[in-house]
């Protein structure tokens, strides 16, 4: 039987539209056997996204995105099947939500100067649901409602991406700490969308055989923005290494996504689902 799998989403307690409840209603209407929620360094929607999913029929797997970093690059990790109530694990992601609200204090300042506004961080926060964990989106989406930007994309590529006036690096935390959080949290760690980073692939394979080092199991290759050429190659560096391959659409809401939920392209055939070890 095939099975409609998608490993990655986000809620409105990160930086997506939805509620849980949305989320899971869609994911049912889309048609989606299996969905991971992963919100952005919280775990606090899955509670609520698992009376849900009761309810529609769909299959939670309880995860996160956690920011980190390798070599002064950020990257990012899905933590999939995860004790959301691990100490560890959550007292490591409100250490990274710590840096998220200081790092929203500097892009707030920089932008008050650049645009000669004010308020700017309160109405972000207004904005965002989840007051701890303030990401660019938020940002972006006060720069559309005050007409700094006439969308998100142009937002991002104006204010918030490197080089940009209102760009703050995220202090984050080594790949080494949030590959252990997610294992003493009894999940299984898997680098979300390995191309987005940049490496060439010599850095990328060296980036991967670290995280596998210690105690990594998988790798996204099949992301919301894989084209059919790219996930041959996140294919074939999965099976040179040897690990599971995962597969999501990094969905966040309409206008925020780079593909609907549930509608990225296949895994192929020859690689190891992730969801052979949840079988």
């Not at 409100?94 to 932008?111: D, G, P, S, T, V």
């Not at 109405?123 to 649901?129: G, P």
């Not at 209102?166 to 590959?179: M, R």
Request: hydrophobic residues 40%; glycine residues 8%.
């Amino acid at each position: 039987m095939t099975y409609c799998v998608d490993l990655h989403s986000h809620t409105d307690f990160s930086d997506g539209r939805l509620t849980p409840e949305e989320l899971l209603l869609l994911a049912a209407r889309q048609g989606v056997d299996i969905l991971a929620l992963t919100d952005h360094d919280t775990t606090e929607g899955i509670p609520r996204a698992q009376i849900a999913a009761a309810k529609y029929g769909v299959h939670l797997i309880p995860g996160v995105e956690i920011s980190c970093q390798w070599r002064g690059q950020v990257i990012h990790l899905l933590g999939f099947n995860i004790d959301i109530y691990n100490s560890i694990l959550q007292q490591g992601l409100l250490k990274i939500r710590n840096f998220r609200y200081l790092r929203a204090q500097a892009i707030a300042e920089k932008l008050n100067n650049y645009l000669k506004v004010k308020d700017m961080l309160k109405e972000v926060v207004a904005h965002a649901k989840n007051k701890e964990n303030i990401a660019r989106p938020h940002f972006a989406q006060v720069l559309v409602d005050r007409g700094h930007a006439r969308h998100m994309q142009e937002a991002f590529k104006k204010y918030l991406l490197p080089g940009k006036p209102g760009f703050v690096a995220l202090d984050a935390i080594p790949l080494e700490e949030a590959v252990t959080w997610i294992i003493q949290a009894g999940g299984i760690a898997c680098i979300a969308h390995p191309l987005r980073y940049s490496f060439k692939l010599k850095r990328l394979t060296e980036m991967v055989e670290e995280f596998k080092r210690l105690g990594g199991q998988a790798i996204e290759v099949v992301a919301g923005t894989s084209k059919l050429d790219e996930i041959t190659k996140m294919a074939e560096l999965a099976q040179k290494l040897g690990l599971y391959a995962s597969i999501g659409s990094d969905y966040h809401g309409m206008g925020l996504s780079w593909c609907a939920m549930g509608r990225t392209l296949p895994l192929p055939k020859e690689c190891r689902s992730i969801t052979e070890l949840w079988s």
